[in-house]
């Protein structure tokens, strides 16, 4: 009898299928921007580390803030290549989208800027978070799953920012990448 519930819930989502659909540059950030949560991936000791984390979108950047002595901070040298993901799907309709970000990362030592951004993004967690590292949006990457209408088209949207947005300047994923 357990099972009976899975099951139902397995054949409606084969029997709704979903479209994916890619996103424009500027609308992955203006969607990044308007959500606080998202995961980091780094490499620590050559293996694979993922940490959700709270962020700010700032033009082309994605700031994070992190303790000293965590895996991160002491992976992340000037130029480290990280991934930043986002995204908002819905769990009953299973529709959404997903925004990844692939870029430089670096420690923001400037005074100023670090404690401004210390002061606009607040840590979830407790323990000192005094450490800022900004992720450079060097390739941008969405995805918006949306439901098929009759005719094909994508249906269903969910946006997740509440009508607010974000500039983006963020230059192609297509373009020649200048990651030094």
């Known amino acids: 009898m357990a099972d009976k519930p899975i099951a139902a819930h397995r054949q409606q989502v084969i ?7 890619q996103l424009s540059v500027p609308e992955s950030m203006r969607l990044l921007a308007s959500v606080s949560l998202g995961r980091v991936a780094f490499t620590v000791r050559a293996l694979p580390a993922i940490r959700p984390v709270n962020h700010l979108v700032d033009g082309d950047y994605i700031i994070i803030r992190t303790g000293s002595g965590t895996p991160i901070t002491s992976e992340v040298r000037a130029g480290t290549i990280v991934a930043y993901e986002a995204d908002v799907i819905d769990p009953v309709e299973h529709v959404g989208w997903s925004v990844i ?3 430089a990362a670096h420690q923001v030592t400037d005074p100023d800027k670090a404690a401004f951004y210390r002061q606009a993004l607040r840590p979830w967690v407790t323990g000192t978070k005094d450490q800022v590292i900004a992720i450079h949006a060097d390739m941008v990457t969405g995805f918006r799953l949306a439901g098929a209408g ?13 009508g607010r947005g974000a500039g983006s300047g963020v230059p192609s994923a297509e373009r020649d990448l200048d990651l030094a």
């Open 150 to 162: 009759a005719d094909g088209a994508g249906a269903a949207r969910a946006d997740g920012d509440g």
């Open 101 to 103: 970000v692939v870029g």
């Open 15 to 21: 029997d709704e299928r979903r479209q994916l659909e």
